[in-house]
């Protein structure tokens, strides 16, 4: 029992509740254990809810014992202790009224101290930077975010014609307090952005500090339109502390999920925000930045809510239609190609929006995406190159780590590995330089890489022809 006892402690510690009674009952009756009664036990709660869901897996209460079943029972065991989502949306609101920074921090450390948010499988993650030419990139080896275990893919087809209820995806607002997806201790609260309403949550696999996704009330398509500029200032009006963002809404150019309108923000600084100017534009009360960045981005800042609204609105539909087809960008053929990836953050008293130009078409040359990945760079990073790439911080797949290790030990003493046949021409190329002696060493050569597939997702490449063209697209937009 003395494990049971610990996690109503926990509970009662952080003043989730006042009354240890209904949940111990709850908590000993799932367990199938009399009632006792409560006592104090003080433990760390890591090792607390190792035991219970161990004594959970014995006991037939969930199954099989793979780390995704394991999670969705730690959710429901926090559940048991935590604050119920009408009473964290009411505590958050009520702090708000107080003060933001409370609000924001209640349901940020709430998120962190049931395990919704994995600080430490986080921790894990490996991370470094690169002195590029347009300022220091960051990257991070992802080993947080579990593979999917094969007995998981086996029990979801062996429930594959059950009638599908609740969240149609991963980011719906169906998943709080739903036990399938692990969700049972995510909580999320409503925010109105442009007479819309949204839901505000934190990233359980944070990529950055406090990581967040405002989601879309309904399960709608990704969509791009003038309207996306208010939602982005209505919420950094919101939360001042935080920029908010969204991926493309198209194809190869976008991020993983397409199918539920949403954006991702945070408390965090990307090194996009420190790229220098080419070249600055005066309108009205509105400075307009062509800025040096390997993604073709224009920066728009003003006090001005309303300029920067009618200026943002202008250059998503010039840029709609925009053709260069000696720059092999052409905005509709099998499709519509042109889109943008756009950043909202408040820069002192000012607004200041990023507008990252975007194009999704292929090739016969390039059938994964002209303006994507390359071959040549794919063995590092052949994913979508979304808003948080796109901002500067590289998210690279989970095997790198060991395919480096390897990697270097066939640069420093030749040792051959099979599995680095994808890395081998690059590897090659690195042992003959004689420039990679340590791990350090393969790290920069990785975010030279990496340098390499930002530049290959630029539609205007930052050279005479294209910061040419991108004045010539910018005085059309500012005329």
């Avoid at 579990?146 to 086996?154: L, R, S, T």
């Avoid at 502390?241 to 493309?248: E, H, L, M, Q, V």
């Avoid at 943002?312 to 539909?317: C, D, G, V, Y």
């Avoid at 030990?409 to 680095?420: A, K, R, V």
């Amino acid at each position: 029992m003395n494990p049971l006892f610990a996690l109503v402690t926990y509970g009662l510690k952080h003043q989730w509740i006042v009354d240890p009674n209904p949940s111990l009952h709850k908590l000993l009756q799932l367990y199938n254990l009399p009632l006792s009664p409560f006592k104090m036990v003080d433990e760390p709660i890591d090792l607390v809810m190792e035991k219970l869901l161990d004594l959970g897996f014995d006991l037939g209460l969930f199954e099989p014992n793979t780390l995704n079943e394991r999670d969705a029972f730690e959710a429901y065991l926090f559940d048991f202790v935590m604050p119920s989502p009408s009473e964290t949306k009411m505590t958050f609101l009520r702090l708000y009224q107080q003060n933001r920074r409370k609000a924001f921090d209640y349901l940020y450390h709430l998120s962190m101290d049931v395990n919704y948010i994995k600080t430490k499988r986080i921790a894990q993650n490996v991370s470094f930077h690169y002195p590029s030419i347009y300022g220091t990139i960051d990257l991070t080896i992802n080993l947080s975010k579990p593979e999917k275990d094969p007995k998981d893919i086996a029990k979801a087809l062996e429930q594959k014609d059950v009638p599908k209820t609740g969240p149609k995806c991963l980011i719906c607002k169906e998943n709080e307090h739903n036990y399938d997806n692990a969700r049972m201790n995510l909580r999320i609260i409503p925010i109105t952005l442009y007479k819309r309403l949204w839901h505000f949550q934190y990233s359980p696999y944070a990529y950055y500090n406090e990581h967040c996704i405002i989601l879309s009330d309904d399960h709608t398509p990704m969509k791009m339109c003038e309207e996306t500029f208010h939602y982005l200032l209505d919420f950094i009006d919101y939360n001042p502390d935080y920029f908010i963002g969204s991926n493309a809404d198209i194809p190869i150019v976008g991020g993983s999920i397409l199918d539920h309108d949403h954006f991702q923000g945070g408390k965090h600084h990307f090194p996009i925000e420190s790229a220098k100017i080419i070249k600055s534009y005066q309108i009205q009360d509105l400075t307009l930045s062509h800025i040096y960045w390997p993604l073709s981005t224009i920066r728009l800042t003003s006090q001005n809510r309303d300029t920067l609204l009618k200026v943002s609105k202008r250059i998503l539909n010039q840029w709609r239609t925009y053709d260069h087809e000696a720059l092999d960008i052409i905005s509709k053929s099998y499709g519509l190609h042109n889109t943008i990836t756009p950043i909202a953050r408040k820069v002192n008293d000012a607004y200041q929006i990023d507008i990252i130009l975007r194009n999704n078409r292929v090739n016969e040359v390039y059938p994964e995406g002209i303006f994507h990945p390359h071959r040549d760079v794919q063995h590092i990073k052949k994913e979508n190159i979304g808003l948080i790439e796109a901002m500067g911080l590289a998210i690279l797949p989970g095997r790198l780590k060991t395919e480096l290790a390897k990697g270097l030990d066939f640069i420093l003493h030749g040792t051959i590995y099979p599995e680095l046949a994808i890395h081998q021409p690059w590897l090659n190329a690195l042992k003959q330089s004689n420039q990679v002696h340590n791990m350090a060493d393969l790290e920069a050569a990785v975010g030279d890489k990496f340098k390499t597939v930002l530049e290959h997702a630029g539609v205007f490449k930052l050279n005479d022809s294209g910061i040419q063209a991108m004045d010539e697209f910018i005085q059309s937009c500012i005329r």
